[in-house]
């Protein structure tokens, strides 16, 4: 018995770290491209300098001017409809997301044809997104996709179906995740559009690195590198050697994944595109985590904080601080990994970010049970939760139910343990999710089901 506790304590944090550390951050640098491709524009507090405003809006055009046509009805629509829109644009801009909607909905009230319906649902949809309400962008994406199809707006249905593709990954329902990016694909690959081809190319990466089909993501993000190369797009270029970087990370392939990161962090420094450049130097900051070098990955993390920070970015701070808890958590430095979390837990709830907050709720739990205070931990993964079943997180979901299960067989209470984990087990194969989680809770299973 004594041994099989002894992995269930790494196990505890090894479900969380690989959710958080690895998927979580490779996530966000491509939602941020897929955010800056449909809402003109980088969600973000306001900027410290207008140097910084500049650094985003050069990244945000090289995307931007292949869907400029699709929202261009918007400004130039009468006034009645430009101007809420024009407001809502810069309320989304600001992460004032809620304000956002009000005004788009009040665009979408004087609008004049269904191609300015499908793109104000597409903007009110984000807005949901932006503040984790995944339910609600689904259904504003679904319900641009009727008005698409009668304006018969082959890019308002692509853009349609690739951000319904984005929040079916992010619930953990991967094999919806995949139709809707395939059929994103199909169209952007009829209408000729390589940018977006590139997009959709690079979002199926994700599902099959999600799957831990680490080929097939692998084929994907060459696809999509070779067509950014092409057409010259050096943002999709830089994203795309993030993203294999994160495969050789997933296959344990340290050294590759440093190189392409680190190519990555230098066409975004050439560009000056410091929200990618806060993103690679995270990203690399996870190599020198499964280093075990947790004085490079400090530096690392530190330093993108110091961008997110600058740039106004809330949602890369939370990310970065969480990070930054998981170091001290694995130097034993329990206040410190407390303190970090805790900041992270914080600005997620100030930005509305449902889906960090169970992240960070989810990091808490592990502290507190690596301390032996296994009741606070059950509750903030109880918490943690609670907010993936509201959001749909199925991946989530697995996670939180993995160490509840992990916390009552370390009880001794073996049948609940196998019941958590068994459920745990099941959301895992629904989604098609392979990796690491996954593994340890199998396991667990099998070693709980053996004694």
């Given at each position: ?314 949602l890369g701070q939370a990310n970065q601080l969480g990070n930054l808890g998981n170091v001290y958590f694995q130097r034993g430095d329990f206040a410190k990994a ?23 709720l989810g990091n808490l739990g592990n502290v507190y049970a690596d301390r032996g205070d296994l009741d606070k931990a059950e509750e903030h993964y109880r918490k ?68």
């Open positions: 018995m004594t041994t099989f506790l002894a992995i269930l304590g790494a196990a505890l944090v090894a479900i969380v770290v690989i959710g958080y550390l690895l998927t979580v951050i490779n996530f966000v640098e491509r939602v941020a491209s897929l955010w800056r491709r449909y809402i003109l524009g980088q969600p973000k507090a306001e900027p410290a300098t207008k140097e910084d405003v500049a650094d985003i809006k050069r990244a945000v055009d090289e995307l931007r001017g292949q869907v400029s046509t699709y929202l261009d009805g918007l400004p130039q629509a009468k006034a009645e409809v430009r101007d809420p829109f024009e407001e809502g644009e810069r309320l989304q801009d600001a992460d004032q997301h809620e304000a956002a909607i009000a005004e788009f909905e009040k665009a979408f009230a004087a609008a004049e044809d269904d191609s300015q319906r499908c793109a104000l649902h597409i903007l009110i949809g984000n807005s949901f997104y932006g503040l984790s309400r995944l339910p609600e962008a689904e259904g504003h994406y679904r319900q641009a996709l009727g008005p698409a199809e009668r304006a018969g707006d082959r890019e308002g249905q692509a853009t349609a179906l690739g951000n319904l593709g984005v929040v079916y990954l992010q619930q953990g329902d991967l094999d919806k995740a995949e139709e809707h990016h395939k059929k994103a694909l199909a169209i952007e690959e009829q209408i000729d559009n390589p940018l977006d081809q590139a997009t959709a190319l690079c979002n199926l990466g994700l599902v099959y690195a999600d799957r831990g089909e680490l080929d097939k993501a692998e084929e994907h993000y060459r696809k999509a590198l070779a067509i950014d190369e092409e057409i010259g797009n050096r943002v999709g270029q830089a994203e795309d050697l993030g993203n294999l970087g994160l495969v050789y990370a997933d296959r344990g392939e340290l050294d590759k994944a440093e190189e392409h990161l680190k190519k990555a962090l230098d066409i975004h420094k050439a560009i000056g595109n410091r929200l990618g450049q806060a993103a690679a130097l995270g990203n690399l900051g996870n190599v020198y985590f499964q280093r075990a070098d947790m004085d490079e990955a400090q530096e690392h993390y530190r330093r993108s904080l110091e961008i997110h920070q600058h740039i106004g970015n809330r407390e303190e970090h979390c805790k900041k992270a837990l914080a600005i997620d709830e100030e930005i509305g970010n449902r889906l960090g907050q169970a992240n960070s943690a939760l609670a907010i993936d079943e509201e959001v749909g997180n199925r991946l989530g979901q697995a996670d939180r139910l993995g160490n509840l299960g992990l916390l009552a067989a370390q009880r001794g209470e073996a049948e609940k343990g196998r019941g958590l984990l068994s459920q745990a087990k099941a959301l895992y194969e629904a989604a098609g999710a392979g990796g690491q989680g996954s593994e340890i809770v199998r396991e667990a299973l099998e070693r709980l089901e053996s004694e």
